[in-house]
């Protein structure tokens, strides 16, 4: 890795904590992520030339883009985190999955960064999948810097975008950077602040200029547009809220910048933000404390698990996210929902195109354990404390179906390949009490897609999903265990077991399950499960 910038002081005390920015890209599918994302690395010298994370060339949806991916395994391993150095700051870009349909991967993924870019396109303004992957963020209040993209084409009008945000998503805007001109005529960027302005056609530094009145702006542009930019900047520059750390450290106010990832223009500004406001590490909440990430001993919890990234062997690759302390290769974790010990000999680091051994790593930094199933999502690790991270929950799935073996001598090889692309967070997996087939349950119907494939490349498992009559799922608990077990009792046929064993009740209808909860006061129904220990000799 090379170091893309000029160091600046300021940014960081020096420590590697303060050092280090783990964040992800949030937006809808064409928006240009992508393109971005190859651009950040570029910056970063992760990549020598834009195009290598892209496999993209001959998609036609979004939707085999995923699975031909998938099945480049070098490809996904790209795309799962991104590390690389920049203004003196380490970056851990986290991908979020670029299909159509939400899945608890991408909300996962969301749980183990500190910050997050939002991109826009120009032209089309806050959409669907964008909105809904904020709303995870606002959970967490994440603080979001926003990229208005592809400027250079016909675009919407930046007060008109700037209010959608702030409408639709309920967050304070401070553009930080105004167009000048727009599709044909977009020349360049005019800094509101430091009164600098970038040209699109120059890739160098920022230029001072005196107001965005002056000469060396408008002859930007052509002299049609000159008085209507006057105006527009003179407004944006009275009437826009000037950007402030702290409500955006809260998740309140985010920077905008305007910009063209294709153009590779407006990326160093945005790096740089992130660079100078983005948080370094946050503290992480735990079942029985806080922990804050310059503690010095080591923490960490699992948020993705990869399968057979190597097709030579059945590795799997746990990502773990750095919560606190200084992971070191070699050293013996303890996994605390077992109680084991685990010697971490060979932590991985991921690049662009390569992976690395990681001889150390820091709080927010994202380390690939291999394993052989013994971790899981949700998973923590520990020098030795009994503590768990709480965040990486389970959603009840809105479609359940059973999965149907067309050769039945292959049921217990197929019990065991659920088994493991429910650790693995495929899908989840309910067994019912009665003992009749195994029901699948996604959030998200291209999930079962990546299921079906996968069990057929992977262990030669042909099988075909039949409908249940159950169509929606909710876990159960109860204060008193004996309420819970004459539920249980009583219910069978609707009951089933998840991957950890604890019970399950499946509905008809969302209509039918209301029947039900209202006739068992002493049961909670709950749509979200968070992670728990389970029994210490699983
Ligand atoms: P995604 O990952 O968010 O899905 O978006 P991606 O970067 O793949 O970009 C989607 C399309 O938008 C691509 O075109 C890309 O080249 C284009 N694009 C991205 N940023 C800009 C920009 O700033 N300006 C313009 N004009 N276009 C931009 P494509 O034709 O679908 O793909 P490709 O053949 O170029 O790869």
Known sequence: MTDGSKTDASITDGSPVSRRRTFAIISHPDAGKTTLTEKLLLFGGAIQLAGEVK?????????????????????????SVMTFEYADC?????????????????????????????????????EARTRKLFEVCRLRDIPIVTFINKLDRESRDPFDLLDEIEKTL??????????????RSFAGTYDMAKNTVRRLDADDEAQPVNGP????????????????????????????????????????????????????????????????????PRGQDADTRR??????????????????????????????????????????????????????????????????????????????????????????????????????????PEILRRVKLQDAMKAKKLREALQQMAEEGVVQLFLPQDGS????????????????????????????????????????TSDVRHDLESFISKNLSSIADDLDGAPVFMAASPFS??????????????????????????
């Open 291 to 396: 922990v804050e990430a310059e503690e010095p001993r080591m923490t960490g919890f699992v948020f993705k698990i990869q399968a057979n990234m190597d097709p030579n062997h059945r590795d799997r690759i746990a990502f773990m996210r750095v919560c606190s302390g200084r992971l070191s290769r070699g050293m013996k974790a303890k996994l605390v929902r077992t109680g084991k010990p685990m010697a971490l000999n060979t932590p991985q680091f991921f690049f662009a195109r390569n992976r690395a051994i990681a001889d150390e790593a820091w709080a927010g930094d994202v380390v690939g354990i291999p394993n052989h199933g013994t971790l899981r999502i949700g998973d923590t690790l520990t020098e030795g404390e009994d503590l768990l991270f709480r965040g990486v929950p389970s959603f009840a």
């Open 90 to 126: 380490v970056f851990n870009l986290l991908d979020t999955p670029g299909h159509e349909d939400f899945s608890e991967d991408t909300y996962r993924t969301l749980t183990a960064v500190d910050s997050a870019i939002m991109v826009i396109d120009a032209a089309k303004g806050i």
């Open 437 to 476: 087939g195994a029901i699948v349950g996604v959030v998200g119907a291209l999930q079962l897609d990546v299921l079906k494939e996968r069990l057929l490349a992977e262990y030669g498992l042909p099988i075909d999903y039949e409908q249940t009559r159950f169509s929606i799922c909710r876990w159960i």
């Open 170 to 183: 309920a967050l304070d805007t401070a553009p930080v950077n105004w167009p000048i001109g727009r599709g």
């Open 55 to 79: 496999a993209k060339k001959n998609r036609v949806s979004a939707r085999s883009d995923w699975m031909g991916i998938e099945k480049e395994r070098g490809i996904s391993v790209v795309t």
């Open 513 to 538: 399950l209301r029947y039900d909860e209202e006739r068992a006061p002493a049961i909670r129904f709950s749509d979200i499960k968070d992670y728990q220990v389970r029994d210490k000799a699983a």
């Open 213 to 280: 009145d002056s000469p060396a702006v408008l002859e930007m542009l052509p002299d049609h547009e000159r008085d209507a930019f006057s105006e527009e900047i003179g407004l944006a520059m009275g009437a826009c809220r000037p950007f402030e750390l702290k409500p955006f450290r809260e998740g309140h106010l985010t920077p905008v910048f305007f910009g063209s990832a294709l153009r590779n223009f407006g990326v160093r500004d945005l790096i740089d933000a992130l660079a100078a406001f983005a948080p370094p």
